[in-house]
């Protein structure tokens, strides 16, 4: 395969697209919702009502509203159809001949998705993830055809360290650094390994973007295979999401087949394999030594750092571990240039990252938006506030993050205002909690997840947890004395100080930022317990 | 390879009629995937997969033979084996009800449904009811938070459930017996 090639197949593909095109999400979320037998009645009707020839009806990805499907949408008009049943799709396909559509019609202009800006998810919810063909239509793998025949390794980390790309999986750390000190260890055996144990509740972008666009991650991870020297990546996926692994692996297949991965792709001296690695419910196993430890078939135990993986990683050889949103986005910056990412987005993060927003809120589903957008932006304009009632917190960051109070909405999104106030950019679940939710038991909600969690290796995570659990348990039973409360502080600290990997560091972060933001909740619980002490004595 | 030939057949004899040729099928898919992986050792979380899908459970003899085949130490496979939450050591009901325990389903009342579940069935989460129709399970999040609060049944995401509707779920399962 080469360059003429990829493109003929490009273009045979954009040949063949018919003028109207049905799109119906076929992800996880709208499959629960029937989506398949929706997307085989519209197949059918088109077939009975003689439009085959213009008309065609794709099986897509995600489109991001997922609160309100089955969705289907219809390109080029652009017409968006919400709660979809199968029974509906004569009404759609009528609709197209100037019928009218039973199903509820969206507003594709609303704030949800007029306020997006899709990097990552560009071609989400447009192209078939199952088609490789479809992925190369829309300029698929010529970013890989680029670096491998136009740029040098170093030219390619500096593209991406010039970009101002940092993890999106949680610790924001420099991309560009990490494939820098990769590309520098010697040795000839290294590992590229793609991080989809998203463990986070709360957080399905990276679910999304595999299931949705399995192609780009496979492009981006051959990109930094061929940056940092290595032959060989990985691609750790959780096993509860069944439908990603399936489209993974099929997307391999079909890469391999065109010569796109395997031995001499697009016939330049660059050997890539990528192999699947399936998780088997541990959350530790995000943590990316811990990761490493499963993919050798191992307990998910986290080591401790020095040495980072970038020197002793899989295997004891140099291993870089990116998040799948974070591969996501090379493809775009090496096609569209470092300048263009850098200018999207505040000074310390750039370009954009894909939120889950989810709980109390009027609008489910994923966005993608530049950094720096205000949190009051996503929650109100573009999540619709709460159905009833009104925002008392947001929580970002899963169980590593805090709650932000609904007085510091107005705060830009991006990972340094965030750390400041004690939450977390994570790997960007945002749930939305309203006037009900009590901020103590969500704290004990967390503590419960981490102390279930905590991999027990070391003291301070795996017997803190438990008494940090036991002392929530404690103050919401209203037993708890103010010294609970000092007491609850001080452990969250040292747990905080003393763990040996992110899970227990970040694990008492929901009670400091609980604590810090919601004091009087606490407060009320234990006078609460004073009252009824004075009464029975 | 005997050993686990037996041990499947004596259990199996005891409650239902023996299924040879099945016990026999189960042993040779796990042969299979050992051997596609070369038996390399990192392979052993795919193995345990696979020894799950093919037999429902873990059962000790199953790892005993997973152990010898790949030649690591059984506390090492043991270890595993229960350090990971998807691997079970016992066997599972008949239909299984997984009620996802993420963030956006807890706030939308998925700990409702699980209590009202526990409450029907009379079990907690993670067991099965005494008749082996039934077990109860909690995930950590399926991702579907979209949809919250999702209740798996039998492998199939359910989404916006509420006690009720899942209760007549497993009230259907209950009398399909």
């Known amino acids: ?537 | 390879m005997q050993p686990i030939a037996t041990g499947t057949k004596t259990s199996q004899a005891q409650t239902t009629k023996p299924k040879k040729p099945t016990v026999d099928k189960r042993i040779k898919a796990l042969d299979i995937a050992m051997k596609r992986n070369r038996y390399r050792q990192d392979a052993l979380i795919e193995i345990l997969h696979k020894a799950q899908e093919s037999f429902g459970y873990l059962e000790p003899e199953i790892l005993e033979y997973i152990a010898r085949q790949l030649k690591l130490p059984l506390s090492r496979v043991y270890g595993v084996a229960t350090f990971y939450h998807l691997f079970s050591l016992k066997p599972s009901g008949v239909h299984s009800c997984v009620v996802c325990l993420g963030t956006a389903c807890y706030v939308k009342g998925g700990g409702k449904i699980t209590s009202a579940i526990e409450e029907e069935l009379d079990i907690h989460a993670g067991e099965t009811t005494s008749d082996r129709q039934v077990s109860l399970m909690t995930a950590r999040c399926l991702g579907a938070c979209g949809i919250a609060p999702a209740v798996v049944f039998d492998g199939a995401v359910a989404g916006k459930q509420n006690p009720e509707t899942v209760l007549k779920q497993i009230n259907a399962w209950q009398s399909d017996t």
């Open chain 1, 1 to 537: 395969m080469d360059l003429a090639e990829l493109l003929t197949i490009a273009d045979t593909e954009r040949k063949k697209q018919k003028s109207i095109r049905v799109h119906c999400c076929t992800s996880t979320g709208c499959q629960a919702a029937n989506s398949l037998s929706v997307r085989e009645n519209l197949t059918n009707t088109v077939k009975e009502s003689g439009l085959s020839n213009r008309v065609e009806v794709l099986g897509v990805g995600c489109m991001g509203f997922c609160g309100r499907g089955p969705l289907v949408q219809i390109d080029p008009e652009d017409i968006l159809y919400e709660e979809v049943t199968p029974e509906d799709a004569p009404s759609i396909i009528d609709a197209l001949n100037g019928g009218v559509a039973k199903p509820l019609q969206g507003d594709s202009q609303h704030p949800f998705f007029a306020r997006q800006m899709r990097i990552v998810r560009q071609h989400t919810g447009k192209v078939d993830p199952e088609s490789i063909e479809k992925y190369i239509a829309v300029g698929g793998y010529q970013s890989l055809y680029k670096v491998l025949y136009e740029m040098t390794p170093a030219e390619v980390v500096n593209e991406i360290s010039k970009s101002g790309l940092r993890g999106r999986g949680g610790g924001g750390y420099p991309t560009g650094l990490k494939w820098a000190t990769v590309a520098k260890m010697p040795g000839e055996q290294k590992y590229v390994i793609c991080n989809g144990d998203e463990g986070d509740p709360g957080a399905f972008m990276d679910r999304s973007v595999l299931e949705s666009d399995p192609h780009l991650v496979l492009e981006g991870m051959a990109i930094a295979g061929y940056a940092v020297g290595a032959a060989h990546g990985y691609i750790y996926v959780r096993a509860e999401y069944p439908l990603a692994i399936q489209r993974l692996q099929k997307a391999i297949q079909q890469a391999k087949k065109y010569g796109i991965l395997g031995s001499q792709i697009f016939e330049s001296p660059f050997d890539f394999k990528i192999d699947i690695r399936i998780g088997a419910g541990a959350f530790v196993c995000g943590e990316e030594t811990a990761l490493i430890q499963s993919i050798e078939g191992k307990r998910g135990n986290p080591l401790p750092r020095p040495p980072y993986p970038a020197e002793s990683g899989l295997w004891k050889c140099p291993t870089l571990i990116n998040n799948v949103e974070t591969l996501a986005n090379i493809a775009a910056i090496i096609r569209q240039g470092a300048d263009w990412y850098s200018s999207i987005g505040t000074e310390n993060s750039k370009g954009t990252k894909i939120f889950a927003l989810t709980g109390k809120i009027r609008n489910n589903g994923l966005i993608e938006v530049p950094m720096g957008i205000t949190l009051r932006e996503i929650v109100e304009e573009m999540g619709g506030g709460v159905p009833d009632g009104e925002v008392k917190a947001v929580q970002t960051g899963g169980p590593s993050g805090g709650c932000i109070p609904a007085s510091m909405l107005d705060i830009p999104v991006d990972y340094d205002s965030l750390s400041k106030i004690g939450s977390m950019m994570g790997s960007g679940g945002m749930v939305v909690m309203d006037r009900d939710t009590s901020m103590v038991e969500v704290a004990q909600f967390y503590m419960q997840f981490c102390r279930e969690e905590s991999c027990g290796k070391c003291v301070p995570c795996r017997t803190g947890t438990v008494q940090l659990y036991e002392l929530l348990a404690k103050i919401l039973n209203q037993q708890g004395t103010p010294a609970d409360l000092e007491k609850l502080e001080a452990l969250c600290q040292m747990v905080k100080e003393t763990s040996l990997c992110g899970l227990g560091i970040s694990a008492p972060n929901p009670i400091l930022s609980t604590l810090r933001y919601f004091p009087e909740e606490y407060q009320e619980l234990i006078s609460a317990y004073s009252l009824n002490s004075q009464v029975t004595s």
